[in-house]
């Protein structure tokens, strides 16, 4: 796979959210660790453009945080990112999100997770022109994606797209209106596998 350019603001979302979790500090020392001391006072501007951040340094950010911060602290901060990534997303486009909801009205929570999961996947694909995906089975959601915009060229025994799940579960959250749906990554390109899967259900209660 090649490194390709992401769009400033997909960054910029991605170092607030840091930011906002670990404090203005422990961004930097993850900036110098990570050698993306280009960003460190210097966040990408709140546009679309592709300039010269490229998915590899998210990933490269993403690895720094997973060897500061421990696999389950780097879970728990990306995961966060994700969520704040899909609440930005939402709120920047607000006549889309309400238009959206209005179209739902009257659904069941599978119905609406079904249709804002193939909303994001036709979406991603054109952004990042790649391919991703949803599949059925035995009532949970799969997404799958090409893209690997938070594994790109790394190498793990266990999934690594947090941020990608938590973008997902803010996403459908939002969607369905309740908490009970839950997200878990199970196959990543990390691990050498040809795609990301994230597996998307209701939990049911015990
Ligand atoms: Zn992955």
Request: charged content about 25%; aromatic content about 10%.
């Amino acid at each position: 796979m090649e490194d390709r350019l992401i769009e400033n603001k997909a960054f910029r979302v991605i170092l607030m959210g840091v930011e906002e979790i670990v404090g203005k500090n422990a961004l930097k020392s993850l900036l110098n660790y990570s050698g993306l001391t280009q960003y460190i006072d210097n966040i990408p501007p709140n546009n679309d453009k592709k300039e010269s951040t490229c998915i590899s340094e998210t990933a490269k950010l993403d690895e720094a945080i997973e060897e500061i911060f421990g696999e389950k602290g780097a879970r728990a901060i990306l995961f966060q990112v994700g969520r704040m990534q899909a609440k930005y997303g939402l709120d920047e486009n607000p006549d889309i999100a309400r238009q959206a909801l209005e179209s739902m009205t009257g659904m069941s929570e599978p119905e609406r997770a079904r249709i804002i999961l193939n909303y994001t996947a036709d979406t991603i694909s054109k952004q990042f022109d790649t391919e991703s995906w949803i599949e059925e089975e035995e009532g949970s959601f799969l997404y799958k994606d090409k893209a690997g915009t938070h594994c790109f060229g790394r190498k793990a025994d266990f999934p690594v797209c947090h941020t990608t799940a938590g973008f997902l579960g803010g996403l459908v959250t939002w969607a369905v209106g309740s908490n009970g749906w839950k997200v878990q990554e199970t196959t990543c390109m990390a691990m050498g596998e040809p795609y990301c899967a994230f597996r998307i259900y209701k939990e049911t209660a015990e």
